[in-house]
């Protein structure tokens, strides 16, 4: 699988310029806090319902959107916003009444959804969740939408922290990010991106740093020419060429 990256933002704290995120790509260190900036282009009624990780996800969206619609947009989180529906479990613990609005913005494509809306574009729209392979099945299902014969695809990767209770479930460094990439097929001039799995994990080094999708967007910024991975079924092998 081969593809170019047309144009990438990002977001988290203390990172709001595509040159400071260039030099972080150098000296990578582990973004903390949710001071994010302002998520203007969005219409107030929508914005107001956003979530701190939706404002992750949603700045570099709108910051890398192509120029047209009807563009496919994935958006891919290994667990998505965890906040709400631990608040409902415990209102439901409580006995309390759920919220249907809240219920609504707990699913794992509203952030997607709320995007779309805002947008008033009706391209195809998928929210992803595979768990360590979750970057990897993105650019899978992104290029398999440029072979079909989509001419740009908007790549949307995000995470937030686990609330407390599910701390024990995590098996990274954890932080407040988002970025988005505008995947196209490779064209001449510009640097092209390849990504091969293995039949089985195979051992590969991992930065104890960051996690896993923070460290492939630090890849691509680097210039770095490979990039390992030890995903849950498969073993990643991401290779810069040019």
């Known amino acids: 699988m081969e593809f170019g990256i047309r144009a990438w933002a990002a977001c988290a704290a203390q990172l709001d310029t595509q040159q400071a995120w260039l030099a972080w790509s150098r000296a990578p260190w582990l973004p903390a806090g949710d001071e994010l900036p302002a998520l203007s282009p969005m219409a107030p009624m929508l914005r107001r319902r956003v979530s701190a990780l939706g404002r992750a996800a949603l700045h570099p969206a709108y910051a890398c959107q192509p120029g047209v619609d009807g563009i496919p947009v994935i958006f891919a989180s290994r667990h998505g916003d965890t906040l709400r529906p631990l608040q409902m479990l415990g209102n439901l613990a409580d006995g309390e009444a759920l919220s249907p609005t809240a ?140």
């Open 103 to 242: 219920f609504g913005l707990s699913v794992h494509n509203a952030i997607g959804a709320l995007y779309s809306i805002d947008r008033g574009d009706a391209a195809n729209l998928q929210a992803l969740a595979a768990g360590r392979d979750t970057v990897e099945a993105a650019v899978v299902e992104a290029c398999g939408l440029l072979a079909d014969g989509a001419p740009e695809v908007l790549l949307v990767q995000y995470e937030a922290p686990l609330p407390a209770p599910y701390a024990v479930f995590a098996d990274e460094p954890e932080c407040l990010f988002g970025w988005a990439w505008r995947v196209a097929r490779p064209r001449a001039g510009d640097a092209v991106f390849s990504l091969e799995a293995t039949d089985a994990p195979v051992p590969a080094p991992r930065n104890p740093l960051l996690p896993h999708g923070l460290d492939v967007l630090r890849f691509a910024l680097a210039g770095d020419a490979e990039l390992r991975h030890a995903g849950e079924r498969a073993g990643w092998r991401w290779q810069r060429h040019g």
